[in-house]
């Protein structure tokens, strides 16, 4: 069986949206403090990790937004040279590029988990459903018979 709806499990609207920007805020936190020892070490891990619950939490699309939010604040913040946005080394790149393809690849895979699970639940509420229709049906027959049948 085929459900269209699938796609509509998580919540929407701007809440989603708040808790994503306040999730940025918290990662964002984080990773400021921790900024002295870190230095440029693991600049989006913390971001990252926020944009996979987000997306646990809210689907794809807040966390896409966590994503746009987090590449400029990781990228000024906590790449060499710091509180700038000059070009970084190509290894800076890469590991900038590779943590934000890392995390798409969360996402993707979350949103289609979530739907496959959202699916499989609608499913089970359907096949309750037609069970139930199917019983009422059932008794409604027995006692249709019962009345019907010659009475001795």
């Not at 699970?117 to 249709?144: G, I």
Request: with cysteine; charged share 15%.
């Amino acid at each position: 069986m085929k459900l269209k709806n699938s796609k509509s499990w998580a919540t929407r609207g701007a809440r989603a949206y708040l808790f994503a920007l306040f999730g940025v805020f918290v990662a964002f936190s984080i990773r400021y403090s921790l900024h002295a020892f870190l230095q440029g070490a693991i600049p989006m891990t913390f971001f990252i990790a926020n944009t996979i619950l987000i997306a646990l939490l809210y689907g794809y699309l807040p966390s896409l937004f966590t994503i746009l939010l987090s590449i400029p604040l990781a990228f000024f913040f906590f790449v060499p040279p710091f509180d700038s946005f000059d070009v970084p080394t190509p290894q800076d790149a890469f590991v900038f590029i590779s943590y934000i393809l890392i995390a798409c690849i969360a996402v993707v895979i979350l949103e289609w988990l979530q739907r496959e699970r959202y699916k499989a639940e609608l499913l089970t509420r359907v096949s309750n459903s037609n069970f139930q229709l199917l019983s009422q049906a059932s008794s409604s027959l027995k006692k249709l018979r019962s009345n019907s049948s010659p009475q001795e």
